[in-house]
């Protein structure tokens, strides 16, 4: 680990901390509005890297990037700064890397896969190999390779395994059926 001065050390939280933001747009499901509000955490077992320009951080050891209900984790993050020391992309790594979030319907949103890039500058995340996202509820995605623009909320897959990109949509559960009001029968007439 890069030994730094106690004022780098807060410099390069607030780097970590700024990058993992864009983890959050990664994904409209996985980016519940508020999450963005709440305090960062970061922690890996080794950190090595400072915010400057056109640099590269890197995180390795049991990585987990959490915010409100955000969780990433993965064996090493690395975090691109660009020409003017701002984020331009996050890359986690893993077996798999991992996100978890709550959508803000409350829906559990899972996305796992060896890769999960975001790009800063163009709202693009990419997920790849062995890549999937699972919407509890709404359904999933798999594929060897898922691509989405934060921009547009268009997603797109690829696979080369056996050349087809797995999905399955469920249907929205009806509302419970209204219960039949209760009638009465008629009394019975005598005859006269």
């Not at 890069?2 to 409209?28: C, D, K």
């Not at 993050?77 to 979030?101: C, M, W």
């Not at 898922?146 to 997603?155: D, K």
Request: proline share 7%.
């Amino acid at each position: 680990m890069t030994s730094m001065p106690p004022s780098r050390h807060a410099s390069a939280r607030f780097a970590l901390a700024i990058a993992a933001l864009g983890l959050l747009a990664a994904q409209p499901a996985l980016a519940r509005k508020s999450d963005r509000q709440q305090e960062m955490h970061v922690a890996a077992k080794n950190f090595d890297g400072f915010q400057k320009p056109n640099s590269v951080s890197t995180l390795t050891g049991n990585v987990v990037i959490s915010q409100g209900t955000l969780k990433a984790t993965g064996a090493q993050a690395k975090v691109y700064f660009d020409a003017d020391s701002q984020i331009s992309r996050v890359v986690i790594t893993g077996n798999p890397a991992h996100l978890e979030q709550l959508d803000d319907s409350g829906n559990l949103v899972l996305g796992d896969a060896a890769t999960l890039d975001y790009d800063n500058l163009k709202g693009i995340a990419v997920l790849s190999g062995n890549a999937s996202v699972t919407q509890k509820g709404r359904g999933d995605a798999r594929g060897d390779r898922l691509t989405y623009n934060t921009e547009t909320s268009e997603m797109t897959g690829e696979s080369g395994g056996d050349g087809l990109v797995h999905m399955t949509f469920k249907p929205k559960t009806p509302p419970p059926a209204a219960p039949a009001p209760a009638t009465s029968s008629p009394a019975p007439q005598g005859h006269p």
